[in-house]
């Protein structure tokens, strides 16, 4: 007698078929995994129940457990036993009946694969699982037949992963492919969507139940309450998630996908005049010297607000006038440090080689917090001390000093060369990858300006 461990292990072309028409299917319950909420100490597998022929009722068959157990982590726990419910799922489809000797029902489905892979067949290896066995329901203890709530739980309409253990699987998977920062975001936008669909779609209950309409529900409410921008940032976040969950055979499709940006106005830093800088500058040397230093490594090594957080003083050789740092899209990168700089630096020699370059109170210190903390603590202290104080506009942040200095060394650049010229060698001061990167960057920042057209102007 063919078992159901031969049909789970086998694999055919109903593997790829859709899940989604089976809601009139009333002989079999969909399959389910129970993961014990987590916790490897137990036992997880796959539960379904099936119709008993004398009683009409769905009853519990034995579980599937596979070689789901041997393995010490969610992530390929999960994963293999998805595969065993997609598979029992597509036979429970196509006619598979744990009550009678499926021998036939195995050689038909044998001769569908060798039709449709005449001309190349492939066999797939795959886990073999120690399966226990389903028993005949003549059998079947009355403890085992499967209670009216049970039955409920186990309609269509909760097929699937849970939502909050779908999305908590793909974090733990990105938390190996993204940074903290990102990591955080990611999290954010995962609890955002679970709050949402509890409070708007309480009946949807498992990940495969979130199709483009769900979602583009969530991200209008999302649009109505923030900005174009905000919505395409976790319209991102949510396909990256629910992609990886397609791509490890959680769902079938990703939903998001299908969904696409919104036209947004970007944000833009607005860049300080010559006036301004200074005066920013001549005010904080008797005000604040810890954030006009930190001001100036923006300024001068053209860093961005959150690199300069990440500076230790290791990092900082000031013998070969260079300074390594964690950028925005490389690991690690080394950058000249100008002489201006240099002149204003400290003797690093007596401090910490491992602490913080800059902290709140001092240069050279203990700082444990994350780095997006930092920043925004920097971010808060230039408003009160230098914003409020020169009633600067709402767009020139810390950033925005960035943007000044490098129009300030094109501008000089570009005075005794040509354009290309110049570009070329501010690329190698500012670290794009690209010409093509800076020139959009410069464009955006207004940094290249024409000559004066005046004279096209006279009609005399």
Known sequence: ?????????????????????????????????????????????????????????????????????NYTNKEDRLALLSRYRRRLLKLLKAGYNPNIDNTEFHKSQLLKTDLKNSLAEKAEKSFVPQIEYPKATANLKPSETISKTE???????????????????????????????????????????????????????????????????????VLLRSSSRNRNNIRLHLSSLFQTLEDNEIISSNPIKKIPAL????????????????????????????????????????????????????????????????????????????????????DLSKLNPDAFLFTPIKIGGEWDTADVNKSNYFSKRFKNVVKDHFNLDKDQTLYSFRHTFITILYQSLVKNS???????????????????????????????????????????
């Open 151 to 221: 039955l409920k739980e186990d309609t269509p309409e909760d097929l699937g992963m849970p939502i909050r253990e779908a999305l908590d699987f793909s974090l733990k998977i990105k938390e190996k492919q993204i940074g903290a920062r990102s990591h955080k975001d990611y999290e954010y936008t995962s609890n955002a969507l679970v709050k949402w669909l509890e409070e708007n779609r309480p009946k949807l209950k498992s990940i495969e139940q979130i199709n483009k309409k769900a979602a583009l529900d969530f991200l209008n409410s």
């Open 418 to 460: 040509s354009p290309h010229a110049a570009k070329s060698e501010l690329m190698g001061i500012t670290g794009h990858s690209t010409m093509d990167a800076l020139e959009k960057y410069l464009r955006d920042i207004d940094a290249v300006l024409p000559k004066d057209y005046s004279k096209h102007l006279n009609n005399d």
């Open 263 to 346: 036209r947004s106005i970007p944000k833009r830093n607005k860049s300080y005049t010559t006036e301004e800088h200074k005066k920013i500058f001549d005010y904080l040397k008797g005000e604040d010297p810890i954030l006009l230093l930190y001001i100036k490594f923006i300024s001068y090594n053209l860093l961005r607000p959150v690199e300069v957080c990440r500076l230790r003083v290791r990092d900082v050789n000031v013998k070969d006038k260079t300074l390594q740092f964690k950028a925005k899209n490389s690991p690690l990168k080394t950058k000249l440090i100008p002489q201006i700089i240099l002149e204003e630096l400290p």
């Open 1 to 69: 007698m063919i078992t159901l461990n031969d049909f789970i292990t086998f694999e055919h072309d109903l593997e790829h078929d859709s899940e989604h028409d089976l809601a009139h299917k009333k002989d079999f319950s969909v399959p389910k995994i129970y993961s014990a909420n987590g916790d490897l100490s137990k036992r997880w597998y796959v539960r379904f129940s099936f119709r008993n022929p004398d009683t009409g009722k769905l009853e519990r068959q034995n579980n599937i457990y596979g070689n789901a157990n």
